[in-house]
């Protein structure tokens, strides 16, 4: 029963799917946020996996960065967020929607 | 057999929260269970024997974002269950389900080549003298990820002035709705002053 | 001798530029009729001196200048006035200074005086080219250009109204015109196929090139040759079935039916056939020859017999002109050229008489053209009655008249060669000619003087005109007494014909034969029509309802058959493909169009504006790159 | 006289750009005195123009891309001098024959300027891409003619103008293109160098397909059926200067370009095609000839006799031999001088009445007897009377095209039948029979301007009808050459076979 | 390769290449530093300092050694020549995009220094995106530049701008999982983050069992994502929305150089797998060029307004280049260069245009601030302005002689050489689509009467002395193209060369 790099890269690949399945479903603009989240931390585990089976330290770098850019993310996001529901009284999607065609 | 245990532990939990945290109607139950999931990945870190990594996950994702997110919750005032129009839910899983499966099939391939030398293996430090891998992430960080530590410093000052600007009082009045010229401005902004 | 030639040429065209350009706008100007008659006079002295020149020392050939060269062809403006060309010249100069002279006093009253004369020398000058030109190509721009003279002749008084085919069967001068352009163009089709098809196999246009090279040729090229050269006679000369145009050409000023389509333009396709007799005559080509004869006897006989029957004096003239072509033809299908050339100038100079004499009761009658509205004009009219009473013994081919000798000796032909049918047809035709060409005289000059109740007052034409159309009326009685020296003159260019011992002994009883049969014409005609007071000619409705008049009267439904199965069926195709050309031709180019719109339309409904429905899309996308990613993987 | 085609091609354009200083009232004058100037250029050009030599003379060359291969070079011999020619000529009598009180009259002279610049740019260039640049760029101002100043639907007839053309032209670009890379790898170079181009030998699939695409470019700009639809659309929109420049000079663009692409570069190809396009041609003829016969717009009834006689042209150039490429070469010509007089005749009678349809007339000839009289010169010329320049382009083309098809030059002839039905139903339609209406009564006969445009015309018509040598022989000179080089130049026996140059060699 | 903490000198770490993003954020910092220290100075000194500070970046871009192997800074930075063309593309772009903000009305954003601090962190991270092969400064960069960008767009406060700015960002940070993702299967695959060592190691493996599955799946989710920032269908759904939302000269902006930066990347990352004779992608990318092409331009000619018109049609001319990079030539790689370095020019006239006419009501249409009503009749009211638009239409729709075109032939060309002729044949009908669009808006300036709200104080609302010397720039080089096509060309091409395409 061991535990092999394989394990994790295809848990990472289904937290990978579970947060593609949220951006697609999710209508709130935060839980939609939250759902790009999990893809981002899906990606780190298979990073700090491979880099842990190669040995190499490049992998844990990248998931580094990769949190960094979350965060990041998260600031601007939110601060869209808040000017939005400032100007719209709302976070769903579907109210957000009036330049089309 | 420790680590097969703790890893199913830590992948059944998380698949389970973040499925909560993909599927509640509750924002607050989909945020906690997301840093709950948040934690649990800490320790997939730490099984995978990237301590450094799980530490700055914890302190980062939960400690930060999480509270940002939790703040920016009060701020919506999402308490409530949030009411979703799901118009081919099932189209939705489908193409999840997809998208999993075609990551299962790959990942159950090989990927580790076996030629393949680690450029920057762990235990670096230990060349030093000393242990551990937040060293050797100090030591790869500082020099070879020089340069994207600090193109990342840029990038957070950017988040940062994003922030308060797109979330600060400057963003309350639209100067690019206003009809009036720039000397009338000047005049209204004089008058505020004074 | 050059300059002659040019003299001839240039004359009439000067005249026509001097009226076009200087008196088109101007009112009626007498100095023109002048000018332009003497201008035609002069050619006509020309023509008569290069006569008596080729006479003596041979052909004249002049070459002016080149006109197209590309490629290996080389088509000069040259001019060749041998015997064949001079005796044409001379016939076409002299109909056209008298018809000229004629015009100044017929179209005295109309108001478009001057262009009358400009378009009149301006075909003159065109015939002139046709028959002078040494090549193929100089002849078809002669050709084209009579076309386009005779259809401005013919639709003159164009602000006529179109009028239903059964008041007027040729409806309107600009019609009638159109009609005729197009039916010659029908025919000038095959002129042209002729022509390139002698380009690519000889190399040249020239006539004496032509004909040198032409017993080089195989036999079914020649007979090609052959029948598209007749094809385009055929349009000119009005034979069945494009004959159509040359009785409703009759819409003309009269003068222009007596010039044009009498005495020249019409009896070019003769000329052709008469100028073409190297190819004619050959053996390869004998059965094209014996169709023109007998295409020529059927139109001979099929002319005549709607004649019988016509009521417009024009109509029956120009019906006669169509049966004469018919006897041409026929002597030149059977290698008689000469003799058909002979009737051609004897038929030019008669039946250019008859039309103008034609035109002074016209003239007399206010345009009416219904002979049975007229009658007794005798007595008002005397100078036309003698006239047309010299004219229609030529045509009915009395003794001692031009007619006689030249039509007696194509039926003589007829018998010689023992084509016995023809023979036969060409007789009894000879008898319907006398018929119906006396009817005419008598329905217009003797009988009730039907016209007063009409309320006309006929009077003769100008003196002056009258002495004018003498000398073609001495030339209908006397120009047969010059049979043989004409014979001697052109038999140097043209093959003779010699008739057997048989046709000679037995010319006399086929002489004959024809003057009893004409004068029974004549007889009937007299009693029939010539009657006064009892004896007075009556309507017979009974007859007229009858199907063989019907049949004649409606010119064999030729016209109609036309009408409808050529002309609206093309009318209907040409709307249908109009309707074709916006709705499916353009309408497939809109398509593309409109089908780029509606899918452009369609793909931005892609674009709902709904973030959700944008990462639908992305989510989508990325899904089907990798499931492709993997479907292309596990398979190859 | 170094540079005097730069100095024809750039000269109006120069001129356009400096026409926008000039006063409004004064445009026209401008526009007249520099087309005129261009004319004498022009003129000059044919004075200096050695005859006897078949080849290109006056070239210019000077590279642009040199990276690319794209070069400035321009040069003219007999095919394209006179085209030339009669485009300077046309735009003079054209912007002679505009109104004083056409609207806009200003942008009117820049843009025919401009057009001026691109028309004769085509015709003399010889870098496939400077070709293709003044190609596309004349669609420009026709575009802002035949929109600013057309009919009702005049937008609509302009795009579709613009965009089926250009749809076209990509796709020949695409094959220009294509042609370059084959001769960067037939001998390394990049060029686009017509002359250059010539000297290269395609296999016969290679030509096939480039045959294919410069023909869509060429063909909807001649257009030919079935792309022909453009056509009546922008006739009946354009103004009258409009349509007298598009049929007098832009669709001698297409047939030019097959001319001098098509043939030359592509010899076999264009054997091998020879069928398909006399069929087309064949159909463009006589089907184009019927509809015309069924219009009622008088303008339409001369735009689908365009594309007719298009036809024919199209006829002469795939004939294959001299006779038939320089009778076609000449018709161009003759067609341009007469369809344009025609075109200028509608507009005339358009600017009286304020119709074009035929039915509204009838007896025009009494009011007019002298605009009559033109219109009946130039109707004769167009459909072919001898001794006027409508025969002789016709009449070679269709004794050319006697060799390649007994049958079709048959059908092809129809055209003299067909052609004069629908021009002589106009004329009697217009012309003749009573005044339908009280008020043509007061219409006026030529003007002084009307007949400054149309007489030169006419006396072209004649002059050229008699007198064709001058420059029938300059015409037939490159057109032998061109044959010759097509000869040398292809690779299949049938080729050489059906290419005759002078049949007295072949016997 | 390990290098050893004692033994680093400066000449390993070759600290030049760092200059120019160094200026950039250096600069950034002097403009927040002078907000603080005086507030309330007018942007003409931002705009000003910007453009110097863009100069000296330039200056220092052009002083740079370059070459296929000009790495620096432990081989994280590549200064090869791609890497220079690129940021010379960028940096001058941006020098001709930014003094649009000295418009004669205010707007938002550029009343904020921030703004013009952005906009430079935003060239740095262009810049540091442009000069790697290692896939994490790559995505650093990209989102150092993406971040500001979805700032610099919501700054326009507007509500449109706010709702183009979330969708910009919602997506992006679906596609940086993509791009992450992507990512982490090469890594997997190769223990590598860097491109010139990604490579050989592929080399060698391809033959393994499984490992095209990575390959392709990695491809394809690298794809994804910069599919996205190059707005290839089906995931360029965002453009549209966003270019209607932010401000005209940032909509020009956009169209230009966060596209050349995502072209290098894309050029460096696929042309490997292409090099590596990897044809799924090759075949997929032609397929996604051609996609994105046609139906960009059939939605373009269904719209109502000019900016929305531009945004498809800008989208369409992606999917134009895009085929340059599944040929993967010199000739191709050459072209997409000269392509934006021409469309640069006349979108940069074309948005300018907009921006001059651009009114603070929304007095033609509801919605629409460019509505084609707008330029109707507008050869009456403002003839050079009409001319000049048409002028920077025709460029577009590839007539002759202006700019685009010779970047259409170019690419035609290559696309030719490479032997695809039937794909030469879609991109010409894709340009005759294209073309009923431009003449649209033709059709409507020159051919239209003016309606009652086209009047001269309408239409040339914003304009200012600094807008016509844009615009007249935009001209000159447009039509001038033909003359400095060569040179480009052949600078371009040499910069190709000593380019490293990581095989």
Not at chain 1, 69 to 89: D, F, M, N, P, T
Not at chain 3, 231 to 245: D, N, R, V, Y
Not at chain 4, 100 to 108: L, R, S
């Amino acid at each position: 029963m061991e535990i092999g790099i394989g394990h994790y890269l295809i848990l990472s690949g289904i937290l990978f799917s579970i947060g593609f399945v949220g951006v697609l479903r999710r209508k709130n603009l935060l839980m939609l946020f939250f759902a790009t989240e999990i893809m981002l931390n899906a990606v780190n585990i298979a990073f700090a996996a491979i880099g842990n089976y190669y040995g190499d330290l490049s992998g844990q770098m990248f998931a580094f960065f990769i949190i960094a850019v979350a965060a990041s993310e998260v600031a601007v996001g939110l601060g869209l967020l808040i000017i939005l529901y400032k100007k719209y009284g709302s976070l769903d999607l579907d109210v957000i929607s009036t330049m089309k065609g | 057999m420790y680590e097969f245990v703790a890893f199913y532990i830590f992948a059944i939990a998380t698949t389970i929260l973040f499925l909560i945290t993909v599927m509640s109607k509750n924002v607050l139950y989909s945020m906690t269970s997301l840093a709950a999931g948040m934690v649990l990945i800490s320790g997939l870190f730490f099984l995978l024997g990237a301590d450094f990594l799980g530490v700055v996950q914890l302190i980062v994702y939960v400690g930060a974002v999480m509270a940002l997110y939790a703040f920016a919750m009060m701020f919506f005032d999402a308490t409530k269950d949030v009411k979703e129009k799901h118009g081919n839910s099932a189209l939705v899983f489908l193409l999840g389900g997809l998208m999993a499966l075609v990551f299962v099939v790959m990942f159950s391939a090989p990927i580790i080549g076996e030629n393949i030398q680690a450029l920057y293996p762990v235990g670096l430090a230990e060349n030093l003298g000393a242990s551990g891998n937040s060293q050797d992430v100090g030591l790869v960080l500082f020099t070879k990820y020089l340069v994207p530590f600090e193109v990342a410093a840029v990038m957070l000052l950017v988040a940062m002035i994003a922030g308060i600007i797109l979330a600060g009082k400057k963003m309350d009045y639209s100067l690019t709705e206003c009809e009036a010229s720039d000397e009338e401005l000047k005049q209204e902004i004089k008058k505020e002053e004074v | 001798m050059e300059n002659l030639v040019y003299i001839a040429l240039f004359a009439p065209f000067v005249g026509s530029l001097f009226a076009g350009l200087f008196f088109a706008r101007s009112p009626k100007t007498h100095l023109v009729g002048v000018v332009n008659s003497t201008l035609i006079g002069i050619a006509f002295i020309a023509a008569v001196t290069l006569a008596l020149h080729v006479a003596e020392h041979g052909a004249v050939h002049v070459t002016m200048m080149s006109w197209i060269s590309a490629g290996d062809l080389s088509i000069p403006f040259g001019f060749l006035v041998d015997e064949v060309s001079v005796t044409m010249m001379l016939v076409v100069t002299l109909v056209s200074t008298i018809v000229h002279i004629y015009s100044t006093g017929y179209m005295d009253h109309d108001r478009a005086y001057n262009r009358f004369f400009a378009y009149l020398s301006a075909f003159v000058f065109s015939m002139m080219i046709l028959v002078m030109s040494d090549n193929f190509a100089g002849l078809f721009i002669g050709w084209e250009g009579v076309g386009v003279c005779s259809w401005l002749l013919i639709g003159f008084w164009y602000h006529k109204e179109d009028r239903p085919f059964e008041e007027n069967p040729s409806i309107s001068p600009s019609w009638a015109a159109n009609e005729a352009f197009i039916m010659n163009r029908v025919a000038d089709l095959g002129m042209l196929v002729g022509i390139f098809l002698i380009y690519w196999n000889v190399g040249s246009l020239q006539y004496d090139v032509v004909f040198k090279a032409l017993p080089h040729l195989a036999d079914g090229l020649l007979v090609s040759i052959a029948i598209a050269l007749f094809i385009g006679a055929m349009g000119k000369s009005a034979q069945f079935p494009l004959h159509t145009w040359l009785t409703d050409a009759m819409e003309g000023p009269t003068p222009v039916s007596a010039l044009i389509h009498a005495a020249t333009m019409v009896t070019a396709g003769v000329f052709l056939v008469i100028r073409a007799n190297p190819l004619y005559s050959l053996d390869a080509v004998h059965e094209v020859s014996m169709f023109i004869a007998s295409l020529g006897a059927f139109v001979a006989f099929y002319a005549a017999s709607m004649a019988l029957s016509a009521r417009d004096i024009k109509r029956i003239v120009a019906l006669s002109t169509l049966s004469q072509l018919g006897y041409m033809f026929a002597a030149a299908g059977l290698g008689a050229y000469w003799i058909a050339l002979f009737h051609l100038a004897a038929h030019a100079f008669f039946k250019a008489l008859l039309f103008l004499g034609a035109g002074n009761v016209m003239h007399a009658m206010d345009d009416e053209l219904d002979i049975f509205k007229m009658g007794g004009m005798k007595k008002v009219m005397m100078g036309s009655y003698i006239y047309m009473g010299i004219a229609s013994f030529a045509l009915a081919g009395l003794p001692v008249m031009a007619g006689f000798y030249s039509k007696d000796a194509i039926i003589e032909t007829a018998f010689n060669d023992g084509s016995y049918i023809i023979w036969a047809i060409l007789v009894i035709t000879a008898g319907m000619t006398a018929f119906y060409s006396f009817r005419q005289v008598f329905f217009t000059f003797h009988g009730e003087e039907r016209y007063k109740a009409l309320g006309f007052h006929p009077h003769d034409m100008y003196k002056y005109v009258l002495v004018a159309m003498a000398p073609l009326a001495v030339l209908a009685i006397s120009f047969g007494w010059f049979m043989e020296n004409f014979h001697e003159f052109i038999t140097k260019n043209l093959p003779d014909y010699e008739m057997s011992h048989t046709t000679h002994h037995w010319a006399w009883l086929l002489g004959s034969l024809v003057i009893v049969l004409a004068v029974t014409g004549i007889i009937i005609a007299y009693k029939k029509y010539a009657g006064k007071g009892p004896n007075a000619w009556k309507r017979d409705e009974e007859f007229e309802q009858s199907f063989i008049y019907k049949l004649v009267e409606n010119q064999y439904y030729v016209p109609k058959f036309y009408d409808e199965f050529i002309v609206q069926p093309y009318t209907i195709a040409s709307k249908k493909f109009w309707e074709i050309d916006k709705a499916v031709v353009d309408g497939f180019v809109d398509l593309i169009g409109k089908m780029s719109y509606k899918s452009g339309d369609v793909s931005r409904g892609m674009q709902t504006g709904s973030l959700s429905a944008y990462l639908n899309w992305m989510g989508v996308g990325a899904l089907l790159l990798i499931v492709a990613a993997a479907i292309t993987a596990l398979i190859g | 006289m170094d540079h005097i085609l730069s100095i024809l091609i750039f000269f109006p354009a120069i001129a356009g750009i400096l026409g926008f200083v000039v006063d409004k009232d004064s445009a026209k004058a401008y526009g007249v005195s520099v087309a005129a100037v261009e004319l004498l250029l022009a003129l000059g050009l044919w004075a200096s123009f050695d005859i006897t030599n078949p080849g290109m003379q006056f070239t210019e060359f000077s590279p642009i891309i040199s990276q690319f291969g794209i070069s400035y070079n321009v040069g003219v011999d007999g095919i394209s001098l006179f085209i030339v020619i009669m485009a300077a000529l046309i735009t003079l009598l054209g912007i002679v024959l505009l109104r004083e009180d056409t609207k806009n009259m200003k942008n009117m002279i820049v843009s025919l300027l401009f057009l001026e610049m691109t028309m004769v740019g085509v015709f003399l260039s010889l870098d496939a891409i400077i070709f293709y640049l003044f190609w596309e760029l004349s669609l420009v101002p026709m575009l802002y003619i035949v929109g600013a100043w057309g009919g009702p639907d005049r937008v609509y007839a302009a795009v579709k103008f613009f965009l089926y053309t250009f749809a076209g032209s990509l796709i020949m670009l695409v094959g220009l293109l294509a042609m370059a890379y084959l001769f960067h790898l037939e001998s390394g170079v990049w060029t686009f160098n017509l002359l250059d181009w010539y000297t290269l030998k395609l296999t016969s699939n290679q030509q096939f397909w480039l045959f294919l695409a410069f023909f869509a470019g060429f063909a909807i700009k001649v257009p030919m059926f079935p792309f022909h639809t453009w056509l009546p659309w922008a006739h009946g929109q354009a103004p009258t200067i409009g349509s007298v420049i598009l049929a007098a000079v832009l669709l001698k663009m297409g047939t030019y370009g097959f001319v001098r692409f098509s043939l030359p570069i592509l010899p076999d190809a264009s054997v091998t095609f020879t069928p398909f396009i006399m069929a087309l041609s064949l159909i463009m003829v006589i089907y184009t000839a019927m509809v015309a016969f069924a219009q009622k717009d008088m303008k339409q009834v001369i735009a689908y006799s365009s594309v007719s006689h298009m036809g024919i042209i199209m006829i002469g150039v795939f004939a294959m031999n001299a006779e038939g490429l320089g009778g076609s070469i000449f018709l161009m010509l003759s067609h341009g001088i007469v369809s344009g007089a025609l075109f200028m005749l509608v507009g005339v009678i358009y600017e009286r009445t304020g119709t074009k349809i035929m039915e509204e007339f009838g007896g025009l000839a009494a009011v007019m007897p002298v605009y009559a009289t033109i219109f009946g010169v130039m109707l004769m010329a167009s459909v072919g009377l001898p001794l006027t320049i409508g025969f002789v382009g016709e009449f070679l083309v269709l004794l050319g095209f006697y060799k390649v098809s007994a049958v079709g030059t048959i059908l092809a002839g129809t055209t003299i039948i067909i052609g004069s039905v629908y021009m002589l139903a106009l004329f009697k339609k217009s012309f003749f029979g009573p005044l339908k209406h009280e008020k043509n009564l007061g219409l006026k006969d030529l003007d002084k301007r009307e007949l400054t445009a149309l007489l030169p015309l006419v006396a072209i018509v004649v002059w050229l009808g008699v007198y064709p040598k001058p420059i029938l022989e300059p015409i037939d000179n490159s057109a032998k050459a061109l044959l010759v080089q097509m000869e040398n130049h292809s690779q299949l026996e049938s080729t050489k076979e059906a290419i005759i140059v002078s049949k007295k060699e072949v016997k | 390769m390990f290098i050893d903490p004692k033994n680093i000198t400066m000449d390993v770490l070759n600290l030049t290449t760092l200059m120019p993003m160094l200026i950039a954020i250096g600069g950034g910092l002097v403009i927040l530093t002078i907000d603080l220290i005086k507030e309330n100075i007018h942007k003409s000194l931002y705009v000003m300092l910007t453009i110097l500070i863009l100069v000296i970046d330039l200056g220092a871009t052009l002083g740079l050694n370059f070459g296929p192997n000009e790495k620096g800074f432990f081989d994280v930075m590549l200064i090869d020549g791609l890497s220079i063309l690129s940021q010379i593309l960028v940096l001058v772009a941006s020098g001709l995009f930014i003094p649009l903000a000295l418009t004669s009305k205010r707007f938002h954003e550029y009343s904020y220094p921030e703004f013009f601090a952005l906009f430079l962190f935003m060239i740095a991270g262009f810049q540091f995106m442009v000069s790697s092969d290692n896939l994490i400064l790559i995505f650093i960069g990209l989102e150092t530049a993406s971040l500001s960008l979805y700032t610099l767009i919501a700054m326009h406060n507007r509500h449109n701008s706010f709702e183009a700015s979330v969708k910009y960002f919602t997506m992006g940070a679906l596609a940086a999982g993509f791009f992450t993702m992507g990512s982490a299967i090469l890594y997997g695959i190769s223990g590598s983050l860097e491109l010139y060592q990604i490579a050989p190691a592929i080399q060698s493996r391809m033959g393994e069992p499984g490992m095209m599955m990575f390959l392709l799946g990695g491809a394809g989710l690298l794809l994804t994502a910069f599919a996205f920032k190059l707005s290839l269908f089906p995931f360029h759904t965002w453009a549209p929305d966003v270019y209607e939302g932010a401000s005209a000269p940032l909509a020009g902006y956009m169209s230009v150089v966060p596209k050349v930066a995502a072209f290098v990347v894309s050029m460096r990352i696929f042309e490997m797998f292409i090099e590596l004779q990897i044809e799924w992608v090759q075949t997929i990318i032609i397929i996604l060029a051609v996609l994105t092409m046609t139906l960009a331009n059939l939605m373009a000619l269904v719209q109502e307004d000019v900016k929305r018109m531009l945004a498809y049609s800008s989208i369409s001319h992606a999917g134009f280049v895009m085929v340059a990079i599944a040929l993967a030539t010199e000739k191709a790689n050459t072209g997409i260069f000269l392509y934006y370095a021409l469309f640069m020019f006349t979108n940069l006239g074309a948005f300018a245009m907009l921006w001059v006419s651009r009114h603070k009501n929304r007095i033609h249409h509801a919605r629409y601030d460019h509505p084609y009503e707008k330029f109707s009749g507008m050869v009456k009211i403002m003839p050079m302005g009409a001319v000049v638009m048409g002028l920077f239409m025709l460029s577009l729709a590839g007539v002759p002689p202006f700019s685009v075109f010779w970047g259409k032939v170019y690419l035609m060309s290559a696309t030719i050489d490479a032997g695809h002729i039937g794909l030469a044949i879609i991109m010409g009908l894709n340009s005759a689509i294209a073309a009923y669009y431009y003449l649209k808006l033709i059709v409507y300036m020159f051919l239209r009467e003016p309606t009652a709200q086209v009047t001269e104080e309408t239409t040339y609302y914003n304009v200012s002395k600094p807008l016509l010397t844009i615009l007249g720039l935009a001209v000159f080089v447009t039509v001038g193209s033909i003359f400095y096509v060569d040179p480009l060309i052949e600078y371009i091409t040499e910069m190709m060369r000593a380019t490293n395409f990581g095989i």
